[in-house]
Structures are given as C-alpha cells and as structure tokens.
C-alpha cells in the first residue's frame, strides 16, 4: 500500500491539513518523501494514525498521545484493549445521557446532574497517561527511541519484532542453565545490543531497571513468558548477573 497525502484523507476522513500538522508535531510521519517532495503513506502509518485517531476520541492532548506511541513497550494489540476499555465507559455515560435527553422531553425526567459525570472515565484516561510518563518520562532514552522508530516501516518493524522474538525463544531454550552460565549472558548482551541498534543507548544501569521490570510489571512477565514459563524471572535475574 503507498498512498498519497489526498488519497489517506480520503481514505481516513482526516484533512490534509491536519496529516501535515502531525508530521509537523513528529506524530505521523510519512512512509516515503518522493524527490518532488510528495509524501506517501503506507500501512503502517496507517495502522499509526488509526492509534492517533483513538486517543484523540478519548480526549487525549496531541503531546501525551506522542508519549504514549513513543513508549518503547507500545504494543498495539494490549493499547487497542485498553482503549475499547476507555470507549466502552464513554459510551455507558453517553447511553446515561440519551437516556436522562429522552426522559425529559417525555416529561419524565427528574432534575438529575449524575449523568453529566466523568469521574470514572477521566481517571482511567489520565491513569493510561500516566504510565507512559511514569515509566520513561522525559529521558534521553525515550527521546532516542522516538527519533529511531519515526521513519520505520510495517516491514522494518516486523523484522525488528522477529528478532526479539528469536532472542527470547532462544532465552527459553537455555532457562535448564544457571542465569550466569556464558550461553545464557551472551543472550542478554544479545539483547542489549538489539536495544541499542533499535531503541536507544542501553546502559548497565538502564538495562538493571529494565530487567527488574520483566519481573516485576505483569504485562511485560506475561509477554516473555509465552517463549517459555518463568522466562522473565529467569531473564530478570540474568540481567542482574551481567549488569553485576
């Protein structure tokens, strides 16, 4: 797929105007840039704006919506759960609200405010926020991985996913082996290598926190886990042998 600026806003309903913004702002880049200077988008960068698209529905400001796809942990499958979560409770509160609209021009509705709360909904939203805040902030390391993963493309990422995963499977062929076996540390130095070509500068120190948070962060166990039971407590506790 490779469309041009007018054809994705057809596509999209999104003007061109606001597609030139979001490269502007370094949201959604183009795919490819021709020598004339047009630009040209591709499907990851639409499967990219979609993601724009449902934050923006959630109310999300341009800047944390930014930090959220810039997270070097984005995975898009566990973001789209937790977005119909959001969606689903703006939904219940917008039901609430046709239903108190309905009553009263019935004549049936009492002088009721309850409806027109967000509580609920904008604590979840600003607790999605959050985490990506939290967890990497404004360090260099996130700015490095936003710079890196820009321009990349569906097959790009795909090749990078697929050696991580190769990493991992390997990982969970040796978990027989102590942590500080060599096979075991030549995978993690493996691993930070990959961080480093791909994501950012992986420091000792960076790579000791990550390595604690394998362990420690439910979402990212459960997705190392899949190459093999207990891989992120066994790769935790690797980490921590070559981070000494």
């Known amino acids: 797929m490779r469309l041009s600026v007018s054809e994705t806003a057809k596509l999209t309903g999104v003007s061109v105007r606001t597609l030139h913004y979001y490269d502007q702002q370094g949201l959604l880049t183009p795919s490819e840039v021709s020598a004339a200077g047009y ?24 800047k944390e919506i930014g930090r959220i796809l810039a997270r070097p942990d984005f995975d898009r499958r566990e973001a789209l759960t937790r977005q119909r979560e959001l969606l689903l409770l703006k939904r219940s509160r917008l039901d609430k609200l046709i239903a108190l609209a309905e009553n009263s021009l019935k004549g049936e509705g009492s002088m009721s405010f309850k409806e027109f709360e967000q509580k609920e909904f904008e604590e979840q939203r600003q607790r999605y926020a959050r985490e990506a805040e939290e967890r990497w902030g404004n360090t260099e390391a996130w700015q490095q991985s936003r710079q890196r ?4 493309t569906k097959e790009q990422w795909a090749s990078i996913q697929e050696e991580a995963a190769e990493i991992f499977r390997a990982l969970g062929a040796q978990m027989d082996k102590a942590p500080e076996a060599p096979e ?13 070509r791909h994501y950012y500068d992986c420091s000792p120190e960076i790579l000791a926190g990550l390595g604690q948070m394998y362990e420690a962060d439910e979402r990212f166990a459960q997705h190392l886990n899949q ?5 992120a407590a066994f790769m935790s506790r690797a980490i921590a042998v070559y981070c000494g």
């Open 149 to 152: 993963s820009a321009n990349r």
């Open 227 to 231: 190459y093999g039971e207990g891989l």
């Open 39 to 62: 630009r040209f988008y591709d499907e990851a960068a639409l499967e990219r704006l979609q993601q724009i698209l449902f934050l923006r529905e959630l109310d999300f400001p341009l």
């Open 184 to 196: 075991v540390q030549e995978l993690i130095a493996r691993w930070q290598q990959h961080l480093n």
